[in-house]
């Protein structure tokens, strides 16, 4: 299978607890620090905190609209929370590591794609980095804007 991976890492002056307090939480925190327009809307389906919890991601990027259906995981609960969308190809993970004295975070936002075969693929995978980075960038300042405002 043709698959894609782009990943971005910020350095946010904030502890890991936090820091992944803000993205495990479907309900307040993590819709708080998506890039608007990109998301237009995130909906709990069930759950709401960490694991468990099964999400829906509008999304509106260079006018295509997307909906995925998303299963959240926590691999090593308080380090890495991951997203699934099996039917459409698509996995992202947050990884927060402690950084000097634990009052700053590595924050990394990866995703794994599964490319479109033939031309279609190949247009993605010219694209898809250079728009996710944007996108994710933005995520990246947004989560360390609201860590520094308080939670």
């Known amino acids: 299978m043709n698959q894609l991976r782009i990943e ?3 350095v946010i002056k904030a502890s890991p607890v936090d820091v992944y307090s ?17 998301f237009s809307k995130l909906v709990v389906v069930q759950g709401g905190k960490g ?19 998303q299963v959240v995981s926590e691999p090593e609960p308080g380090r890495v929370l991951v997203e699934t969308d099996a039917e459409a190809g698509v996995t992202t993970s947050f990884t927060v590591d402690p950084i000097g004295d634990g009052n700053q975070s590595q924050v990394t936002i990866a995703t794994d ?8 693929g190949i247009f993605e995978r010219l694209f898809n980095p250079w728009i996710i980075h944007r996108i994710y960038k933005q995520e990246l300042e947004l989560l360390a804007e609201y860590v520094r405002h308080g939670l």
């Open 22 to 38: 803000v993205m495990s939480d479907y309900q307040v925190g993590h819709p708080a620090i998506l890039p608007k327009p990109y």
């Open 113 to 120: 794609i599964r490319l479109s075969p033939g031309v279609r």
């Open 8 to 10: 971005i890492s910020k």
């Open 51 to 69: 694991e468990g919890t099964i999400i829906e991601v509008h999304m509106d990027v260079l006018g295509a609209k997307r909906v995925f259906h």
